[in-house]
């Protein structure tokens, strides 16, 4: 990668909104979110359950649209917004520029077809290659992912491989046509610890190799210690925290991503008197706050949190912003 090309932004997100019209109203599932995601690097997306990550991720391919689903804001890719792209033009991009890799491998992945067939075929709906060398391209991929004996995989089927092995098929799938970014929606949280370590460790290899970048979508921090270059933390649809991983592990400043970070100890070493595990729940409704939408489960909360909504603010160091008007450290 040159000098040159490392700063470039291949993806800017601009005040993203995904609302779903559900039986109590319209729910603001993504309300608001600013991003941008460089060539090369992991963009991390942390949040509770609800949060909005997925939402967030389906709209900038497209994948949840619908009449229930009110989509606006822009999301720019080489000067595209994909939230108004054609139906046609996103099936080109999703897979080939940009692909998806979601939780549950064995729900994505047909089970009547060989894992490898799962690829050629999405190596042959997005570029015309013989079907043999598209086979010997799935072996090779396989053995980067680094799945066992790969000439012999890719001849099995889903049901025969295990967990681990059917996740890097996940993402064999998702790097086969070499994407520019690819969104990685709770990859490992299937896993166990140690097999989530290795797949991570994958991504992060084929991410050097290739320069590819990525969105990973997890609600745990330890997972994105290891790996991500920059951290978003989302609350109810909004980021509420974004900055380099540094900045947001050591040295977090909103309330919520202390919380956060306090329920992983092996990130923060023995909980501190002043880090306690977030009580209440995650705010999922339809009805907002006029103010912050943490405040109810913030100890820190005051007056001045009811309204108006908080913005993200530029801290004292470039690149980190956070969005708490009352506990934010100096
Ligand atoms: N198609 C839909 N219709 C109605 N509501 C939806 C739809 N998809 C998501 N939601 C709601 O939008 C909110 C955000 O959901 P989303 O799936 O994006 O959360 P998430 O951060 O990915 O959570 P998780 O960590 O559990 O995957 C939730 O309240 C969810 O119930
Ligand atoms: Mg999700």
Known sequence: MSAATA??????????????????????????????????????????????????????????????????????????????????????????????????????????????????????????????????????????VGIASPERSVRAYPHELSGGMRQRVMIALGLANNPEILIADEPTTALDVTIQAQVLQVLRDLQRDHGTAVILITHDLGVVAGVADRIAVMYAGRVVETGTREQVLFRPRHPYTRGLLASVPSLTGPVTGRLTAIGGSALTGVDRPPGCAFAPRCDLAGAGCSAPVPLLRRGTESGHLDACVAGGQP
């Open 7 to 144: 700063d470039e932004v291949i993806l800017d997100v601009r005040d993203l909104k995904v609302g779903f019209t559900v039986r109590a109203g319209r729910l603001p599932a993504v309300d608001g979110v600013d991003l941008t995601l460089r060539r090369g690097e992991t963009l991390a997306l942390v949040g509770e359950s609800g949060s909005g990550k997925s939402a967030l991720a389906m709209a900038l391919v497209g994948l949840n649209r619908g009449p229930r689903t009110e989509i606006a804001g822009t999301a720019d890719f080489h000067g595209e917004n994909l939230l108004t792209a054609r139906e046609s033009r996103l099936r080109r991009i999703r897979g080939a520029r940009i692909a998806v890799v979601f939780q549950d491998a064995l729900a994505a992945l047909n089970p009547l077809q060989r894992a490898g067939g799962q690829v050629v075929e999405m190596i042959r709906t997005h570029h015309q290659v013989p079907r043999a060398e598209a086979w010997r391209q799935t072996a090779r991929l396989f053995g980067d």
